[in-house]
């Protein structure tokens, strides 16, 4: 069963992520957290039966809240610029954090307009305290950077918007 500060921690990792929804299940214990646009996650935890008390005799859980959900959008595309489809997105390899530099003190590898080779080092992003260097993975020029140093970063995020030459 996770500890509340476990809970806790959970739910600050989903509120900064862009997960809308989130199951963990463990030894009959199962937490179910939604969030909607503008909301803080919801959490529902179900008890854990055990041989002696049965599933009914646990407390009651509080029923869920609807999550009014927003249509998606690319969250690429800023409001009033058409995403170019010529552009090569860079994204993320994995779950993590991304660093725009390799120190806090350092200057960031790329910013837009600098030219990269398929080999250069465009970012780190941290997972489980390993950190790891992103390739640019084609040549180009760096034409924008799509997140925030230090933001949580999705699996296929797209990070770097990168002219092909």
């Given amino acids: 069963m996770l500890k509340i500060q476990e809970i806790r921690e959970l739910i600050k990792l989903i509120d900064q992520s862009s997960i809308n929804e989130f199951e963990y299940e463990q030894e009959g214990a199962k937490i179910t957290m939604k969030k909607g646009a503008g909301e803080q996650p919801i959490v529902q935890q179900a008890p854990q039966a055990t041989a002696e008390a049965p599933a009914q ?3 009651p859980q509080p029923k869920p ?3 009014e959900e927003k249509p998606e959008t690319d969250e690429d595309e800023k409001p009033g610029k058409v995403a170019d489809e010529s552009l090569h997105k860079i994204e993320s390899p994995m779950v993590g954090t991304f ?3 390799p120190s806090p003190d ?3 590898y790329v910013k837009p307009g600098d030219k990269v080779s398929n080999d250069s080092i465009v970012c780190i992003i941290e997972a ?3 950190f790891n260097e992103i390739e640019a993975e084609v040549n180009g020029e760096i ?5 925030e140093n230090g ?3 999705e699996y296929g995020q797209p990070l770097f918007l990168v002219k092909k030459q």
């Fill in 151 to 153: 933001q949580l970063v």
């Fill in 128 to 130: 489980m305290k390993l």
């Fill in 65 to 67: 809240q609807a999550v």
């Fill in 143 to 147: 034409v924008e950077i799509l997140v």
């Fill in 106 to 108: 350092e200057d960031s």
């Fill in 99 to 101: 660093y725009a530099s």
């Fill in 57 to 59: 005799a646990a407390a």
